[in-house]
Nanobody
Framework: QAQLVESGGGLVQPGGSLKLSCTAS????????MSWYRQAPGKERELVGY???????SYAGSVKGRFTISRDNAKNTVYLQMNSLKPEDTAVYYC????????WGQGTQVTVSS
């Protein structure tokens, strides 16, 4: 059974950093496009960025230059390094895997507040 499990969320002050992890199981991780999404209270879920099977990356304009996505196929894990965090980055962050089928993680809360 395919599964994505996120971890690493929490409370951080503005300007701080967090690194989220998403570990996959039950499907061939290396073959999948991996993405991070987020959903803030009262807002629609939005794409944060993605990393392709060939390790190309793309980011939303709001996070470009501050967030970095990487993957470790040996560990079946994708990462989201978040630097220079702002209060508007507060959201539940979700991991997504896409090829022919699509899988979602359960989400991890990130709160940026002083």
């Amino acid at each position: 059974q395919a599964q994505l499990v996120e971890s690493g969320g929490g409370l951080v002050q503005p300007g701080g950093s967090l690194k989220l992890s998403c570990t996959a199981s039950g499907f061939p991780f290396r073959d999948y496009l991996m993405s991070w999404y987020r959903q803030a209270p009262g807002k629609e879920r939005e794409l944060v960025g993605y990393i392709t099977q060939t390790v190309s990356t793309s980011y939303a304009g709001s996070v470009k230059g501050r967030f970095t996505i990487s993957r470790d196929n040996a560990k079946n894990t994708v990462y989201l390094q978040m630097n220079s965090l702002k209060p508007e980055d507060t959201a539940v962050y979700y991991c997504n895997a896409l090829l022919i089928q699509e899988y979602w993680g359960q989400g991890t809360q990130v709160t940026v507040s002083s």
